[in-house]
């Protein structure tokens, strides 16, 4: 009994995390796409930075106050606000330095005062996000399993093929509202440019492991109902996979549509460009199948 | 799984996250702390060498180049010239432009001539750059 009860906790403690950075993904991940937010943080001064970090604590506390990533409220306490805002500006700052790594705008050349400022101004947006975590994609589960039964009718009615048009259409909206808005931009080119495939790989694992993450490992609202969904990709595995597929077509569709790649242009550029947009919309396919 | 009612302390694994946090927080607060007593309050000093190998493909000679920036503030903007010149006259030259350049920071580039560089003297210069 003790030792399941310390299991609980830690169990508990690891989705809380894993709920706060998926929150920093969903907010952040636009502006880690910024290319004049790394121009910012390679130009600000150790002063800057200080202020920022300063900002982040004070913001973040107060959204802390009222939301927070975690399930439980500490609200009455000034001080877990205090901790927990601490812990919420760690997950930025390691979540922001992993996606600076992986789309190579930090390599080991990089002076050290340029990585700090990109570091600490992409950590902002994403802190934020960590801090709304439950604020974005609703808290309703409150426990594992408790509350959350399904709807036994409507999940009858639904057919499998029905359920997984619903998958499709929930993240490909998710994935076009999240990535629309970076397709057009010169970013995708440039980090194409920069990747190898080792990095390529890489960002295809980052992508399936942070939308399992948000959909199944997060304990979002509708994390239960959809472990009970049925549908033809209706396993874990299998569906985070499948909309990760979905989100790399739409990525394509939108980089096509705004012209940042043509059918004459070689099949590695549409691979290399796809990939690099497919992170995102793969994040907001995560979530747009959450929302539906 | 029976829900626990959790009495309102932190438990030993939030605390344990809570370490780490405060760990990552303090050395990123002491790193941009050292930057800041660090600071060299000098403006660029920027200087660019050829790189040792040229290559030649189909007639065309391939000249790698980098720049570092040794001094304290970020230049913005540095412009590279390149000028070729045989039996004492400018026969061919290029430009190349850096966007950023941070204290420290190195890129690379290459110029491309259809004269062999060999042949004449290869003048590499920083032409400009501008404060961000």
């Known amino acids: 009994m003790a030792t399941k009860r310390q299991k609980d906790v830690w169990m508990s403690e690891i989705n809380d995390i894993i709920?706060?950075?998926?929150?920093?993904?969903?907010?952040?991940?636009?502006?880690?796409?910024?290319?004049?937010?790394?121009?910012?943080?390679?130009?600000?001064?150790?002063?800057?930075?200080?202020?920022?970090i300063a900002f982040m604590f004070i913001v973040v506390y107060l959204l802390n106050q009222t939301e927070g990533f975690r399930k439980r409220r500490y609200?009455?306490?000034?001080?877990?606000?205090?901790?927990?805002?601490?812990?919420?500006?760690?997950?930025?700052?390691?979540?922001?330095?992993?996606?600076?790594?992986?789309?190579?705008?930090?390599?080991?050349?990089?002076s050290l005062k340029e990585s700090l400022g990109k570091i600490i101004f992409e950590s902002v947006p994403f802190a934020l996000g960590?801090?709304?975590?439950?604020?974005?994609?609703?808290?309703?589960?409150?426990?594992?399993?408790?509350?959350?039964k399904p709807d036994s009718t409507t999940s009858n009615k639904k057919d499998e093929l029905n359920a997984t048009f619903a998958d499709v259409g929930g993240t490909l909206i998710g994935a076009t509202i999240i990535a629309f808005n970076i397709a057009p931009t010169d970013e995708i080119t440039m980090l194409a440019a920069a990747a190898s495939p080792p990095w390529e790989l890489a960002m295809i694992a980052t992508s399936l492991l942070i939308s399992y993450g948000i959909v199944f490992q997060a304990g979002f609202s509708d994390q239960q109902k959809r472990r009970e969904q049925k549908g033809i990709f209706q396993r874990p595995s299998s569906e985070t996979i499948m909309?990760?597929?979905?989100?790399?077509?739409?990525?394509?569709?939108?980089?096509?549509?705004?012209?940042?790649?043509?059918?004459?242009d070689p099949w590695t550029m549409w691979l290399d460009r796809t990939l690099m947009l497919g992170l995102p919309a793969t994040i907001g396919g995560a979530a747009g199948r959450l929302a539906i | 799984m029976t829900q626990i009612e959790e009495p309102p302390k932190r438990s030993i694994a939030e605390w344990v996250t809570f370490s780490i946090a405060s760990f990552i927080l303090a050395i990123i607060v002491s790193l941009v702390g050292y930057t800041w007593l660090n600071e060299k309050n000098q403006p660029p000093i920027l200087s660019v060498t050829k790189k040792e190998t040229i290559r030649e493909i189909d007639g065309q000679f391939y000249v790698p180049f980098e720049v570092v920036n040794s001094g304290g503030d970020t230049a913005e903007s540095v412009q590279i010239m390149a000028e070729l010149m045989i039996d004492g006259k400018v026969t061919e030259t290029g430009e190349q432009q850096i966007d950023f350049l941070s204290s420290g920071e190195s890129e690379e580039g290459a110029f491309i001539f259809t004269k062999n560089p060999r042949q004449g003297q290869l003048n590499l210069r920083v032409g400009s750059y501008k404060l961000p």
């Open chain 1, 130 to 148: 960590v801090a709304l975590a439950n604020q974005l994609l609703g808290d309703s589960r409150n426990s594992n399993g408790k509350g959350q």
């Open chain 1, 243 to 264: 909309s990760y597929l979905v989100s790399l077509l739409a990525s394509a569709f939108m980089l096509w549509f705004f012209q940042k790649l043509t059918f004459s």
């Open chain 1, 19 to 52: 709920r706060g950075a998926c929150g920093g993904f969903l907010f952040g991940i636009p502006l880690l796409y910024t290319m004049e937010v790394w121009w910012i943080g390679s130009l600000a001064k150790p002063q800057l930075m200080m202020m920022a």
């Open chain 1, 75 to 110: 609200s009455w306490l000034a001080l877990q606000a205090a901790m927990d805002t601490v812990e919420a500006i760690a997950i930025g700052l390691a979540c922001s330095t992993f996606v600076l790594l992986l789309l190579r705008e930090l390599t080991l050349e990089t």
